[in-house]
């Protein structure tokens, strides 16, 4: 069974950085589309980014060119580093495992794809 494990949030100031960490355990073989979402109060969880097991990544355009990306595969960890952070980056960031590649099926920025889902670490950015 696979389980995520999130950590790397805090709070940070605006222009900030942080990089977020997602530890995959239980097995990886059938993670093949690995993601970051976020919630805010009030909100919809939306996507951030992805990655394939094909290597392929993708973002949404909020991100694309502050937040990078990466898999350290030999470890089976997931990172998000993220720059420039915004207030409006403030909220809970999930990791997420889905069976399927990224933009098969479903595509990954909705929340149905994935089968696994991590607890969730707090950004919060001030002014």
């Known amino acids: 069974q696979v389980q995520l494990v999130e950590s790397g949030g805090g709070s940070v100031q605006a222009g900030g950085s942080l990089r977020l960490a997602c530890v995959v355990s239980?097995?990886?073989?059938?993670?093949?589309?690995m993601s970051w979402f976020r919630q805010a109060p009030g909100k919809e969880r939306e996507g951030v980014a992805a990655?394939?097991?094909?290597?392929?990544?993708y973002y949404s355009d909020s991100e694309k060119g502050r937040f990078t990306l990466s898999k350290d595969s030999p470890e089976n960890i997931l990172y998000l580093q993220m720059n420039s952070l915004k207030p409006e980056d403030t909220a809970m960031y999930y990791c997420a495992a889905a069976t399927t590649q990224c933009m098969a099926d479903t595509p990954w920025w909705a929340r149905l794809k994935y089968q696994v889902w991590g607890q969730g670490t707090q950004v919060t950015v001030s002014l």
């Open positions: 990655i394939g097991s094909d290597g392929i990544t």
């Open positions: 239980g097995g990886t073989y059938n993670t093949h589309c």
